[in-house]
């Protein structure tokens, strides 16, 4: 019997690849960010130009998210991720070969259509090959793959840049290492295709259907309201801290820093909290609560600036928590065979709270106002609480009346109340020959 501590050896292979994989799409996303100036300095543009192409690459990824995850529940997770990561591989290394600013843009959005299959691909064959009581830290595994990798990416590149490596080996050699991890993929997955070979699979429910689940649009705009608290934090304290607290740019970028390890830390302790519990729910609303209330504290400016990095990194903590919670809370709002398309529907919220909340915060540092970005981050924050707990009171409700359904059902269908039924039939029938 396995503890539910430990994963046997066939669940720990899956996990490890699909980690693996999660970590380069995640990499992907940030190696480039060094080599910009050099792109620019050699091929031509300005940043005006360069920003089209990481446009082209989160509009791709969000557009095709939901279809790659309609995609994944008719054909399996198997193919669309080997199939993606190949892409973005492929995508992202042949950068090296650009010539002329419209080429990167061009291959920015084919890397971007690669990095749309990841989500949905990931977290249904994790649901598929994991036990239900180790979910959740199959899950912070995954989560913290990908949070490792975007780290990984500006400094891996500049380490390469300290060494005087040219800009396009250094992309084509990233994207080589993609290409192998795909046909190592290719190799080995069928460790996590066995519980559903030759299995037909049930077609996910129409999205139509999800665009009136309640439930699940509710969850949608949990992950709008996280993704718009945390983009505030990630893109504008810096500049935020320095203006409220009156400190140089490098404490500032500190501070951030502090967030983010703390963040990173504490996913992986967050799985083994979401297995231990049912109440992934409470989970989320605590932490984030905290959370909320630690980057509230910080707009006040009633703290020494030391103080202030214990405080935002705690608000980092509590987000890192959350994460396996969050996921598994999203696997049981799933059908058995809408895994992909569920996941791949609210991770889109993900992409839209940052579009929605990045112009706000911006105006709200324009109008020289560095306080109430902090103090909107918590209202987010605040507003994501609010989510989980409607989208716990509609989960109830459904099941309730689900129930209710099933009781109707008997009621009508009652083999007992259908034998009365027959009994009675045939004793009018016989009152009505006697009277006869």
Sequence with gaps: MVSVISFPRREVRVIGLITVAHFLSHF?????????????????????????????????????QTPMGFLVDRVGGRPVLIGGMLILAGGIGS?????????????????????????????????????ENRLGKAFSFHSFGGSSGMVSGPLVMA????????????????????????????????????????????APPPFRELLTSRPLLLMFLFYVCASGANAGIVHFSVPALGQLYSIPVVAAAIALTVYQICSLSCVLPGGFLA??????????????????LMIALIGFDFFPFWMVVGIIGIGGAMRGLVTAARDVNVRHSAGKHSVGTVFAFV??????????????????LDLGTPEIVFWASACFSLFSVGTVVLHKKSRVSAKNKSKENRDSLYLTYNPARFGDHYKNYFNDKKKSKNFK
Excluded at 275 to 292: E, F, N, P, Q
Aim: hydrophobic letters at 55%.
């Design 347 to 364: 991770s889109t919220g993900f992409l839209f709270g940052g579009a929605v909340s990045l112009p706000i915060y911006g105006i709200l």
């Design 28 to 64: 992907y996303l940030t190696a480039l960010v060094p080599f910009y100036q050099a792109i620019l300095s050699e091929i031509g543009g300005n940043w005006t130009t360069l920003s089209w192409g990481i446009v082209a690459y989160v509009v791709c990824t969000g557009v095709l």
């Design 95 to 131: 950068i090296g070969f650009a010539t002329e600013l419209w080429h990167l843009i061009a291959l920015m959005a084919v890397a971007g259509i690669g990095n749309s299959v990841f989500h949905p691909a990931d977290y249904s064959i994790i649901s598929i090959s994991v036990e």
């Design 275 to 292: 297995d231990s519990t049912k109440r992934h729910d409470l989970i989320m609303i605590v932490c984030l609560g905290i959370a909320g």
């Design 159 to 202: 380490i390469a840049i300290n060494f005087d490596v040219p800009w396009r080996f250094a992309i084509n050699a990233v994207g080589a290492i993609g290409i192998f991890v795909a046909i190592t993929l290719f190799l080995l997955s069928g460790i996590f295709s066995e519980k559903n070979s030759g299995k037909r699979r049930d």
